[in-house]
């Protein structure tokens, strides 16, 4: 189905507020309790668009459109209203997930399961010490988000009492924006094995690729990693651990662990007085993908022109944002190496992609392809590349069942359902068990990055590929639509049509899932924000055309009485208006262009056949 | 309460929906009085469909009281003085509905200590009769207008020892186009503007913009347009609508002081009257615009949807 942002967004809007904006209340927790991640997603599904789309903004009374007007009524009869109960709402998600001492919660909580899908949690205290790079990425997202919102209401609104909730919740936000990338600067890290480990081994497997012979691959590795691996040895502000530098003969990872790491240095640079910089870690120091690629995503929004534009920052902020960019570039050169390690054949075509500790999955493989596409952003990927990149999206879509249909005891069904574990090493330590994160995110990223691809080239060949691919994954997230009182409501996740899996039942919206359904709906509005792209062909085309139509016009001009004014005189000047606008449009509306010089051609043509009637003879 | 319904130019359709928010406040139960301050020309006899006050009453109106012409104003209970047969009932838990009538033949006067003496005792005495008073002023920056003020005016007024709060509104009623947008502005905060002249006679500017709110009347939609309308019409209303709203805003009239939207209205458009719910039953009037008044009215009463919070 054609992707619809405004229309979606506002029915997931509606849906919404039916479900969790009852009597002047904001009900916090859906499918699972409320947890700090899980209500920051709520949140978003809310106000990402409202902050990203300019026509979903609601700062501004005046300017809110009618249609959002509308869809967000239950928060308050007039436009004045609505962005004061968002402020409120805003301030309760604080109030919750703020401790007695003022420090910001992070815990994952009601979010962490066991390693299988139905091992028991165990409910104690030290659930409450386990804290995901999600939570930190999310919080990122979500304060930055309530930043930039109130430096855009903060002019509008003229009430002091509601002025005073603003600065109230500008603080608040800034509080845990810093937390959380401190939580996120301690999550870093480098994790270097010998080429014999298991994990070496399992690195070299995925970077080998058809025949290369082992000086190939020596010789590969000493091109692509030498600079990073001499950079991880040398630069101090990177602060790596002595033991995790890597030695001339080990291979290495760096990228993000799935919590503060164990044996992490204590920070005392930067927001000193908060427990995030001392507290002890406990994950194991080595890259996931997932948390690898959650922080890479919040990062690129932290160092965005728009929020540098914003000016927004606290000079503590200024630096730690600075000291995560560096990560950033880091650890995107990394993977982006190990990706295309073989320009001929990338280790990223061979799906699924395997992590070094011997997971494989497809959803990994759809990971690494959001380091292609920021090679692509940076100019650092060619075209040929993204042409690559849109097979591989393609092949991605059809092994998750989304251009294909699912069939009984699918592998893929996995993927969606319960999603791939993300078993959090270390967290035995505090509760006796190893817990798991499950993501199941597959469809709605494939929606964004297919569309954030399709943003970046003008080959309009591998656009219509990807906007065909996001479109099937659209259909896809249409069936897994959630059912209230027999109808389908613009929430998620329910699966129970999967083959198998029917007699599950789905209670309360993930949101989660719906957040990023809400992503993906905002990736594709800014896609559409876009000039479409333009191709010389057609401008070749366009060309030729308004040459005719404009030498055949100045003909008709020149033969016909300049002071006839009749409906052939308002006729020429018709075709005038035509051709003029279709000038004007050639470069940005190439295809709205050689329709209107058709368009003008055909009528001067209409006129050259009465002419030659006329003056035919018998 | 006193509401002070003022607007920048003539045929805003001021009259017509102040004497609306009246019937309509009456029927929440409130006890209404409607002054006609219209002293240049009182018209509110013929909205509500008195006859013989077409233009006014012919003897003692608020003119003459205001000159000290007269002991009492007069007074007309509408209910019992309309001609119009269905605005004579009056519904189960609705309030009196009562019109001071200008003077027929009335016109603009000076701005005197004894008229706005005059006009405080007006004040005062009707606030203590009935719930809710609605004075219609001309159009512009009239002596109504002057006398008014001064008789609100903080220096004068006394603070009302049972309520924390004086229970005063200014409504400025403007039309939903460019040039009353602007006019309205001016009205309102120009070098001879109602917010000057305010603080002239002892207002705190923010203490009386806590009492203004505006009124956008007879609001076209593209239906203005006829029956059928075109995409590009369409297209075009909608933009305009959204520059409108931007250059009000720049004018300083945007949401947050915004109490009201009433609709274009055909009705109104051949004759000014009190739409009943009866007229949109008939199918004669809008839904939208009973409901508009309707909206007007509970906003009015209620003070904390009035401050917006």
Redesign the interface.
């Known amino acids: 189905m054609r992707i619809q942002p405004r229309k979606q967004i506002l029915d997931i809007w509606r849906s919404m507020l039916a479900e969790c904006y009852r009597d002047q209340k904001w009900i916090w927790g859906g499918r699972v309790e409320s947890n700090p991640i899980s209500d920051a997603e709520q949140l978003l599904c809310m106000l990402y668009p409202i902050t990203q789309i300019e026509t979903f903004a609601v700062h501004d009374p005046d300017a809110t459109q009618p249609d959002v007007l509308r869809a967000l009524r239950p928060l308050g009869p007039e436009a004045t209203k609505i962005p004061r109960t968002l402020v409120d709402v805003a301030l309760d998600y604080f109030q919750n997930h703020t401790d007695e001492r003022e420090e910001p919660r992070f815990a994952a909580g009601s979010y962490l399961r066991g390693m299988s899908q139905d091992a028991p949690v165990p409910q104690d205290e030290g659930l409450q010490r386990l804290e995901v790079v999600d939570g930190y990425s999310m919080s990122i997202t979500l304060c930055l988000t309530l930043l930039a919102f109130v430096n855009d209401r903060e002019e509008h609104e003229t009430n002091s009492g509601q002025h005073r909730k603003l600065v109230d919740l500008r603080d608040r936000a800034s509080r845990r924006l810093t937390a959380a990338m401190v939580g996120l600067l301690r999550s870093f890290v480098v994790n270097s094995v010998s080429p014999e480990s298991s994990q070496g081994r399992a690195i070299l497997e995925m970077l080998r690729q058809g025949d290369t012979t082992d000086a190939e691959l020596a010789q590969g590795l000493k091109i692509r990693f030498d600079r990073l691996r001499a950079q991880l040895k040398t630069d101090l502000r990177l602060s790596v651990p002595e033991e995790s530098k890597p030695e001339e003969d080990q291979l290495f990872e760096c990228g993000w662990s799935w919590g503060i790491a164990k044996d992490a240095k204590v920070i005392t640079e930067y927001a000193a007085d908060s427990s995030m910089s001392s507290k002890a870690g406990i994950a194991q120091p080595r890259p996931w993908l997932y948390f690898t690629v959650s922080a890479l995503d919040g990062i690129v929004d932290l160092n965005s022109r728009r929020i540098r534009a914003l000016n927004i920052f606290t000079p503590e902020q200024r630096s730690l944002a600075e000291a995560l960019a560096l990560r950033w570039d880091l650890t995107q050169n990394y993977w982006s190496a190990v990706a295309r390690f073989d320009p001929e054949r990338w280790p990223l075509e061979d799906i699924p992609w395997r992590t070094s500790d011997g997971q494989e999955s497809d959803y990994y493989s759809l990971l690494v392809v959001s380091v292609l596409i920021q090679d692509l952003i940076a100019r650092t990927a060619t075209d040929a590349d993204l042409i690559k990149a849109v097979g591989i999206i393609e092949e991605l879509a059809r092994r998750g069942r989304i251009t294909q249909r699912m069939t009984p005891d699918d592998a893929a069904m996995a993927l969606h359902y319960p999603g791939v574990p993300q078993g959090l090493v270390g967290s035995e330590v505090v509760v006796g068990t190893t817990l798991a994160l499950y993501t199941s995110d597959y469809a709605p990223l494939i929606i964004k990055r297919a569309l954030q691809a399709a943003q970046l080239t003008d080959n309009v060949e591998a656009r219509e590929a990807l906007m065909n691919v996001a479109e099937a994954a659209m259909d896809h997230l249409d069936e897994r639509r959630m059912t209230r009182d027999g109808e389908s409501v613009e929430l998620w996740d329910d699966v129970s049509h999967f083959p198998g899996l029917e007699s599950l039942t789905f209670q309360g919206p993930s949101w989660y899932f719906t957040e990023r359904v809400v992503e993906a709906l905002v990736a594709t509005a800014a896609t559409y924000e876009k000039e479409p792209p333009r191709s010389s062909r057609m401008y070749d085309h366009l060309l030729r055309l308004l040459n005719e139509a404009d030498h055949v016009y100045n003909k008709a001009m020149l033969r016909s009485n300049v002071d006839d004014r009749s409906t052939l005189r308002d006729r020429l000047g018709e075709i005038g208006q035509l051709i003029k606008r279709a000038r004007e449009l050639r470069r940005r509306r190439t295809s709205t262009a050689i329709a209107l010089s058709e368009r003008a051609l055909r009528l001067l043509d209409a006129l050259e056949q009465a002419d030659e009637d006329a003056g035919r003879s018998r | 309460m006193l509401i002070f319904a003022s607007s920048d130019k003539g045929g805003t359709g001021r009259s017509v929906t102040s004497c609306n928010l009246a019937y309509r406040l009456s029927l929440l139960g409130r006890d209404v009085a409607y002054l006609d301050f219209d002293f240049g020309s009182p018209t509110a006899g013929a909205i509500f469909e008195i006859p013989k006050m077409e233009r006014g009453t012919p003897d003692g109106g608020l003119h003459s009281y205001i000159l000290g012409e007269a002991t009492e104003p007069a007074r007309v209970d509408v209910r019992k003085m309309t001609e119009r047969t269905s605005l004579q009932e009056r519904p189960p838990g609705s309030g009196k509905l009562t019109l001071f009538p200008g003077d027929f033949g009335g016109a603009e006067f000076h701005l005197t200590d004894n008229h706005i003496k005059a006009a405080m005792k007006l004040f005062h005495d009707v606030e203590r009769e009935f719930d809710v008073c609605i004075v219609d002023l001309s159009a512009g920056r009239s002596s109504a207008l002057d006398i008014s003020l001064n008789a609100i005016s903080p220096r004068v007024r006394k603070k009302k020892q049972d309520k924390d709060k004086d229970r005063i509104r200014w409504l400025l009623f403007h039309r939903w186009t460019t040039q009353h947008v602007i006019a309205a502005g001016g009205l309102l905060f120009g070098d001879k503007g109602i917010v000057p002249y305010a603080m002239e006679v002892g207002f705190k500017r923010a203490d009386f913009m806590r009492l203004v709110r505006t009124v956008r009347t007879a609001v076209p939609d593209t239906s203005a347009f006829g029956e059928k309308t075109t995409a590009e019409q369409t297209l075009w209303v909608t933009r305009s609508d959204?520059h409108l709203?931007?250059l009000?805003?720049g004018r300083s009239l945007?949401?947050?002081l915004?109490a009201g939207t009433t609709p274009l209205e055909p009705m109104l458009l051949w004759r000014e009257q009190v739409i009943m719910d009866l007229d949109v039953n008939r199918r004669l009037a809008k839904p939208a615009t009973a409901q508009a008044f309707d909206k007007l009215a509970t906003k009015v009463d209620d003070d904390e949807a009035w401050e917006?919070?």
Do not use: E, S
Request: charged share 35%.
């Open positions: 959204d709203k931007a009000a805003k945007g949401q947050d915004l917006g919070i």
